[in-house]
């Protein structure tokens, strides 16, 4: 039986979305990310993260306050880090890597956390140390048969393939198990750097057409 994650680890179901997607938002600046997320929100993808090394992210999570419970941070290194992302209102904390300390600053703050990892050994230790769900990253290196792969041995933990996941592979990713995606230039574009936000829509509706 797979170890269960600590009974105060905060719990996070993106499987409660109509999409089980979390777009991934990066760029030199977040100027449009309040825009962009709100295109994806109107186009039925409601879970989106702004990463942190983004210019600008947390007051870009600020600026959506009114669906910031949809709203996570990425590329969240440090417990400093996660505490002002959940100070800007990051209603979910993911990570590149098995990091403990925001693992354990999640818990302390209620907020769940998603950590990067690779390996069985890594997702077992990022699930057993308090991660509500697993980043698989970078999932193109194995594909979806390296998910079914792994949920052979650890089929309790929640895997969201992340990396390279491109919109006509998603599906694929979900028979293989996985409980949600992470997509982003596949499905963002150009849309942060000023790109056509009806292109960004027409790719959200090809992807949650495939996905429902």
């Known amino acids: 039986m797979t170890a269960a994650p600590p009974s105060d680890a905060p719990t996070v179901d993106p ?3 109509a ?24 186009s039925g993808i409601t879970a989106v993260e702004f990463t ?6 947390l007051d ?14 990425g590329t969240v290194l440090t417990a400093k880090d996660a505490e002002l992302a959940v ?6 904390l993911i990570t590149p890597a ?13 907020v769940p956390v998603i950590s990067g990892a690779f390996t069985p050994t890594e997702i077992h230790r990022a699930w057993t140390a308090g991660s509500s769900m697993v980043k ?29 996941v491109g919109v006509g592979e998603a599906r694929a990713y979900l028979d293989a198990g996985a409980a949600a995606l992470g997509i982003g230039s596949p499905l963002i574009g150009d849309a942060c ?15 949650r057409d495939q996905l429902s």
């Open 193 to 207: 750097a000023g790109g056509d936000l009806g292109a960004l829509r027409e790719r959200a509706r090809l992807l």
């Open 15 to 17: 499987l409660r979305l």
């Open 98 to 110: 098995v990091i403990e300390e925001v693992i354990a600053a999640g818990r302390q703050l209620g």
């Open 19 to 42: 999409v089980p997607v979390i777009a991934i938002l990066r760029a030199p600046k977040a100027d449009r990310f309040a825009e962009v997320a709100a295109a994806l929100h109107e």
């Open 60 to 73: 870009a999570v600020r600026d959506c306050a009114g669906f910031a419970h949809r709203i996570g941070v």
């Open 136 to 164: 698989v990253f970078p999932a193109n290196v194995g594909g979806p048969g390296y998910i079914r792969a792994v949920r052979g041995p650890l089929p309790e933990i929640p895997l969201v393939p992340t990396g390279g």
């Open 87 to 92: 100070a800007a209102g990051a209603a979910y």
């Open 52 to 57: 942190l090394n983004s210019a600008g992210a």
